[in-house]
């Protein structure tokens, strides 16, 4: 018959044993954020690059899949709780290339929490070492005391692991719709593929460069549609007229109601417009158009999609020029 101390032994070496899966469990769960942390995707429809962003995701978790939990939770810390850092230089964009460039960032703005789970997770790390590197420099295994005080470290260190493997498995499914579309060929960063149409980017292209060169905007970016008309019919009466044919409309105000990309505002018969809060355009000093578009996540995390436009602009002081680059 086994002795009390021999069950409580093997009562601990089950418990061991359990801890030890759950904490795995924890390592592969920051294994799956650090490399996601600043990430850069592209995929070009016209030339398919060489790696899929499936296979440029696996990449980057190739980095990391070696590395011990110590180095994986402060990289954990470094780069995923930390305030997000600047992207690298990814290079330039090619023709009809869309990228990806996703960042984490928790918990924005609050520090208390961030210093709170970074605490919970090196205490996670510190217990995890103890068990797997010092258990019997720490603990008495020859005694019952020694095996009492144990069992409690090995429910404490489960209790605390588990929370922390909820949380971070929590995280990992609000992140998963957007690296669903970053893995979606066709996904469109525009609504209802508004921009597959060079005659609309040209349009919303002109729109938006009108406000930044007229400077006629007001403070909180809404522009004159009235005054926008005008331009546009004077800019790119061609584009105007095929997207009045696309969208069944004579009414420019009708257009962008269509493209789904602007906000409208009626006051006292007059109408303004700007651009939603997600999208921008950038133009580089070639004068080349990009769509950008910034994806905030539940978790904190956020994504920014960049699309180069087949349209292109000509300036010297001011944007003078808005035309189609084929």
């Known amino acids: 018959m086994k002795s009390e101390l021999e069950k409580q032994q093997e009562a601990i070496d089950r418990k061991i044993g359990r801890n030890i899966i759950l904490l795995q469990r924890v390592e592969l769960a920051l294994k799956y954020f650090v490399p996601r942390a600043c990430l850069s995707i592209s995929f070009n429809h016209r030339d398919p690059p060489a790696f899929s962003p499936q296979d440029?995701?696996?990449?980057?978790?190739?980095?990391?899949?070696?590395?011990?939990?110590?180095?994986?939770?402060?990289?954990?810390?470094?780069?995923?709780?930390?305030?997000?850092?600047s992207f690298p230089d990814s290079g330039e964009i090619a023709k009809g290339e869309m990228r990806l460039k996703f960042g984490i960032n928790l918990?924005?703005?609050?520090?208390?929490?961030?210093?709170?789970?970074?605490t919970r997770l090196n205490s996670i790390v510190e217990n995890r070492n103890r068990i797997v590197h010092q258990l019997f420099t720490t603990f008495d295994l020859s005694s019952l005391e020694g095996l009492g005080e144990l069992d409690t470290f090995l429910d404490q260190q489960h209790s605390e692991a588990l929370s922390m493997f909820k949380d971070l498995r929590s995280l990992k499914e609000s992140m998963h719709e957007t690296l669903r579309m970053m893995a979606d060929s066709s996904f469109s960063i525009a609504p209802n593929d508004s921009l597959e149409c060079s005659c609309v980017q040209l349009l919303v292209v002109n729109l938006l460069l009108y406000r930044l060169a007229s400077g006629k905007s007001n403070t909180t970016g809404w522009t004159s549609l009235a005054a926008s008309g005008q331009y546009i019919h004077q800019q790119c009466p061609g584009a105007l007229s095929e997207c009045k044919k696309k969208y069944g409309t004579d009414s420019l105000k009708q257009i962008l109601k269509k493209t789904e990309l602007f906000d409208l505002l009626d006051e006292v018969g007059a109408v303004f417009y700007r651009i939603k809060q997600e999208y921008w355009v950038e133009v580089d000093k070639e004068g080349n158009l990009f769509l950008c578009k910034n994806t905030p996540h539940g978790s904190g995390g956020e994504g920014v999609w960049k699309q180069e436009l087949?349209?292109?602009?000509?300036?010297?002081?001011?944007?003078?020029?808005?035309?189609p680059l084929y």
């Open 56 to 85: 440029q995701v696996k990449q980057q978790e190739a980095l990391f899949a070696h590395k011990t939990m110590g180095c994986v939770s402060r990289l954990f810390c470094e780069r995923v709780l930390a305030e997000p850092k």
């Open 107 to 118: 918990f924005s703005g609050s520090t208390d929490v961030q210093n709170s789970f970074e």
């Open 310 to 323: 087949d349209v292109t602009a000509t300036f010297e002081d001011r944007y003078d020029s808005i035309h």
